[in-house]
C-alpha cells in the first residue's frame, strides 16, 4: 500500500511531496502509527542541508512528533489502537521517520499522551526531555525521582548553558525536579525566558568564558559540580567553570558530540540521541537508556513538573503545508546564506555598472588600502589563535572575516578586474567551511585557519603593493591548501578507524578543500600557460 509524505533525494535538494512511499508493517514489539502533529527542530534543517545522519535514499526525515495508533504488532502490550504517543524517532530511518502519513514506533521508546497534554503540546516534548535527561540523568549520574516524588531541596547548584532553548527549558525543569538550584546561561534580552523556565539565576553568555565563569562562582558560591551545554557552543565557558569549582564529582555534559579536552578530574558524557533506535553498541545502551526513563519522565509530564513549552502551530494541514513550514523554519536558520545571497545581488551591480561605465575610478585605490589592512588584521588574527583566553574570540573572528572578504571581491570588480573562478568559489563558499569546522565543530580547527591565515598575511601585502612577495604565494597558497586537504583527510580516517563520530564536518571539509585544490591548479596551471607563451614570443 502506497502513502503520501515529504522527501528529499540528496543532501541539499529541496524537500518534494511523494504519494508513492510504501507503508511498514510493525514487528513484535512496534505499532504503526499516524502522523498528527510534527514539531520542527535544527536536526531537521542540518538532515536536509548536509545529507547526514540518513540511512536510506530518497529519505524520509523528521524527528520530534506526536501520532495515533493504527496497528500493533503480535507482541505489542503497552499500546493499543487508538492511543496517541509522542517521542523522538529513529533519526534518518525512513520507516520511522515522522514526515509521512504512517511509520513504525518501538512499544519502549515512545511516551503516551495522557492527563491534559494536547497533542500538539506534546509534539514538542520528547527532544527536549530525553536530551536533557541524558545530560543530567545518565551523564552527570543525578538521580531521577520516582513518578509523582520530588527530590528534597539541595544547597548546590546545576550550571545549564543555553537556558533559553527547548533543551535548555527541560534541563532547568529536571534541574529543579531532582533538587538543585539551577543557574542558567542566555542572552541578557532573554533572561525573562530562561527565569520563566525556573532559573533561579542567570549568566551572560554574551561574556568571555573567564568572565561567565566569575559570573557562576559568585552567584553559587562555588557549589556546583554540573555542568550542562544545552546549546553545544559552550565547552570553553563550561571548562572554566569548572575549573573555578572545588566541588566534586565534577561533570560536564553537552549536547556536541565534538569532543573536548576538560580540567582534570572533570568526567565527560556527550548525549547523542541521534542513535536511538539503532543496534550498535552506543545505540544500544541509548536505547536501555531511554526505555528506562521514559515511565519516570512521562509521570512527571502528567504531573506538571515537566511543562511543555507552548507550540505555535503552522496554520495550515497536509504535507505541501509542512514543505512551507521547513522552509519558513530554515530561514530563520541560515544566516550566512542570506549573506552569501545580498553579495550575489551586489556584485552583480557592481559588475553590470563596470560593463556600462568602465572601472570605478577610486576602486583600485581603495582595493590597496583595504589589502594593507586586511594584512595586517590577518597577522593579529593569527596571534590570536595562539593565545588560550582569546582563543574562543578568534574562532567567531575568523568565521565573520570570511563575510568581509566579500568586500575584496567587489573591489576588485569595481576596478575593472576579472573575478577568476577560483576566486570566486572560494570566497563565495568559506563562510560555510568555516561555520562547520570552526564555529560548529571545532576539533582542529587551527590545523585549518592558521595557514589560511598566514597566507592572507603575504597575499594581501602583495595586493597592497610588496611586490617581492608574488613569488611565495603559489607556494603558501598550495601548502595552505594541502595542510587542510590532508589534515581533514587524517582526522576523517582516523574517526573511521577509531569508530568515532561525527563524520559529515571532516567528509564536508574534504570535499570543499578538494574543489578549491583542484581548482586552484587550474589556476597556477592557465598562468604558467600564458607565462609560457609570452617567453615564446620574445624569443622568436
Same mark, same amino acid.
Given at each position: 500500500?502506497?502513502?503520501?509524505? $515529504? ?42 542541508? /548536509? ?70 503540546? *506534546?509534539?514538542?516534548?520528547? #527532544? ?11 551523564? *552527570? ?46 542572552? *541578557?534580552?532573554?533572561?525573562? #525566558? ?74 565527560? /558524557?556527550?548525549?547523542? %540521541? ?19 526513563? %521514559? ?71 581603495? $582595493? ?21 583566553? /582569546? ?69 594581501? *601585502? ?71 607563451? #609570452? ?6
Amino acid at each position: 500500500m502506497s502513502q503520501s509524505g $515529504v522527501t528529499i533525494s540528496k543532501g541539499g535538494a529541496p524537500f518534494t511531496v511523494v504519494k508513492d512511499l510504501s507503508r511498514s508493517s510493525p514487528s513484535a514489539k512496534q505499532a504503526l502509527v499516524k502522523s498528527a502533529y510534527v514539531s520542527l527542530n535544527p536536526v531537521d534543517t542540518i538532515m536536509q542541508k /548536509y545529507g547526514i545522519l540518513i540511512h536510506d535514499w530518497p529519505a524520509v526525515i523528521g524527528s520530534d512528533f506526536c501520532a495515533q495508533v493504527i496497528e500493533t504488532g503480535p507482541e505489542c502490550t503497552k499500546l493499543k489502537k487508538g492511543d496517541y504517543v509522542y517521542g523522538v524517532c529513529r533519526i534518518g530511518q525512513k520507516a520511522y521517520s515522522p514526515f509521512q502519513e504512517t511509520f513504525l514506533v518501538d512499544e519502549d521508546l515512545v511516551f503516551k499522551v495522557e492527563g491534559a497534554l494536547t497533542p500538539a503540546q *506534546a509534539s514538542t516534548i520528547a #527532544v527536549g526531555t530525553i536530551t536533557s535527561a541524558f545530560g543530567i540523568i545518565v551523564g *552527570a549520574k543525578v538521580p531521577l525521582p520516582a513518578p509523582g516524588a520530588k527530590a528534597p531541596e539541595r544547597d548546590e547548584w546545576i550550571i545549564v548553558l543555553g537556558g533559553s532553548g527547548t533543551v535548555g527549558h527541560y534541563a532547568i525543569q529536571i534541574g529543579r525536579l531532582c533538587g538543585y538550584k539551577v543557574a542558567a546561561s542566555c542572552s *541578557a534580552s532573554n533572561k525573562s #525566558v530562561a527565569m520563566g523556565f525556573g532559573a533561579q539565576a542567570t549568566i551572560n553568555n554574551r561574556a568571555t568564558p573567564e568572565e561567565q565563569a566569575a559570573e557562576v562562582k559568585s552567584i553559587t558560591g562555588g557549589k556546583y559540580s554540573i555542568v550542562f551545554d544545552a546549546s553545544g557552543l559552550s565547552h570553553e565557558a563550561a571548562a572554566k567553570m569548572l575549573e573555578a569549582t572545588t566541588a566534586s564529582p565534577k561533570y560536564y555534559t553537552t549536547v556536541e558530540s565534538n569532543q573536548h579536552d576538560m580540567p582534570a578530574g572533570v568526567t565527560s /558524557y556527550y548525549v547523542l %540521541i541521534a542513535k536511538l533506535g539503532q543496534d550498535d553498541e552506543l545505540g544500544k545502551q541509548v536505547n536501555e537508556g531511554t526505555k528506562k526513563m %521514559i515511565p519516570s519522565l512521562q509521570a512527571h509530564v502528567v504531573g506538571g513538573a515537566l511543562t511543555p513549552l507552548e507550540p505555535e502551530v503552522y496554520s495550515g494541514t497536509g504535507f505541501e503545508s509542512l514543505v512551507k513550514a521547513l522552509g519558513d523554519f530554515g530561514e530563520g536558520k541560515t544566516k550566512g546564506k542570506v549573506v552569501t545571497a545580498a553579495f550575489v545581488s551586489v556584485w552583480t551591480l557592481v559588475h553590470r555598472h563596470v560593463a556600462s561605465h568602465g572601472p570605478v575610478a577610486v576602486a583600485r585605490k581603495a $582595493v590597496m588600502l583595504n589589502s594593507w589592512f586586511y594584512s595586517l588584521a590577518s597577522a593579529v588574527l593569527l596571534g590570536l589563535m595562539f593565545v588560550p583566553q /582569546y582563543e574562543h574570540a578568534a574562532r567567531r573572528i575568523y568565521h565573520l572575516s570570511k563575510f568581509y572578504e566579500y568586500v575584496d571581491v567587489l573591489g576588485v570588480r569595481a576596478g575593472g578586474g576579472e573575478i577568476e573562478l577560483h576566486f570566486a568559489v572560494h570566497h563565495l563558499t568559506t563562510p560555510y567551511l568555516t561555520y562547520v569546522r570552526v564555529l560548529y565543530y571545532s576539533e582542529g580547527w587551527k590545523a585549518v585557519a592558521a595557514p589560511n591565515a598566514l597566507h592572507h598575511v603575504l597575499m594581501y *601585502a602583495y595586493f597592497g603593493g610588496v611586490g617581492a612577495l608574488r613569488s611565495v604565494l603559489p607556494v603558501t597558497g598550495t601548502i595552505q591548501l594541502l595542510l587542510g586537504l590532508g589534515g581533514e583527510a587524517w582526522l576523517l580516517w582516523k574517526k573511521r578507524v577509531d569508530g568515532e563520530q561525527p563524520l559529515w564536518p571532516h567528509e564536508f571539509a574534504v570535499s570543499l578543500f578538494g574543489i578549491y585544490f583542484v581548482l586552484w591548479l587550474r589556476e597556477l596551471r592557465q598562468k604558467a600557460s600564458i607565462k609560457g607563451k #609570452v617567453a615564446k614570443f620574445k624569443s622568436a
